[in-house]
């Protein structure tokens, strides 16, 4: 059990489960990706962890670049993604990968997407650790899905609940 500010949480996916889903979904970009040198695009504060997991992966050619999004106010998603940090690089043309903690509502996706598209990448995949199938209401496509979990508030492994919990190496969700 673990406390943060005022709410308990209780394990939830150890870490070597994590770690499994990790390596599948390494196995498959390292195939799809070996001589197309993309560009990993990780979406920040979350993904840092998995992004790291991944990115050391992969054994090809690659870029690593990051954005930074926000939409959560405790745990409870506000609908309201902003762009905290943008794009810095010309990704024109670039085959990308982006890489998400979680995939909840999808709106935070949905505001990538826009970003990529004005960007002209050449194609772009999403590849995130975790996915909640009954809260995802966009459809945009999701490639490489790591563990779906029901609709529950999780943190660890880089997820966060209002600011603590991101150095957990296994998950937790609210007791
Ligand atoms: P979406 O825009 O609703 O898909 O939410 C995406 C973002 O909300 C993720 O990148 C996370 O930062 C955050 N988020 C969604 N679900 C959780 C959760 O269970 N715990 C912690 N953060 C979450
Ligand atoms: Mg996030």
């Not at 505001?111 to 009954?134: G, H, N, R, S």
């Amino acid at each position: 059990m673990v406390k943060l500010h005022d709410l308990e949480f209780e394990p939830f996916i150890s870490e070597e489960k994590i770690m499994i889903a990790i390596t599948e979904i390494s196995a498959t970009l390292n195939r799809e990706y070996a001589d197309k040198k993309p560009v990993f695009l990780g979406v920040l504060n979350g993904s840092f962890m998995f992004a790291s997991e991944i990115i050391k992966r992969f054994n090809g050619d690659c870029e690593v670049s990051f954005v930074k999004m926000g939409s959560y106010d405790g745990t409870e998603t506000t609908g309201n993604v902003r762009t905290l940090l943008g794009l810095n690089q010309d990704l024109k043309g670039r085959q990308v990968i982006l890489l998400e903690d979680i995939v909840d509502t999808g709106n935070t996706l949905v505001e990538i997407d826009q970003i990529l598209k004005k960007a002209e990448v050449k194609d772009y995949k999403v590849a995130t650790l975790f996915f909640k199938p009954e809260a995802y209401s966009k459809n945009i496509p999701i490639q490489y899905k790591g563990l779906e979990i029901p609709n529950e508030f999780i943190v660890g492994f880089g997820l966060d609940y209002d600011g603590l919990g991101r150095n957990l190496t296994q998950v937790y969700k609210r007791k």
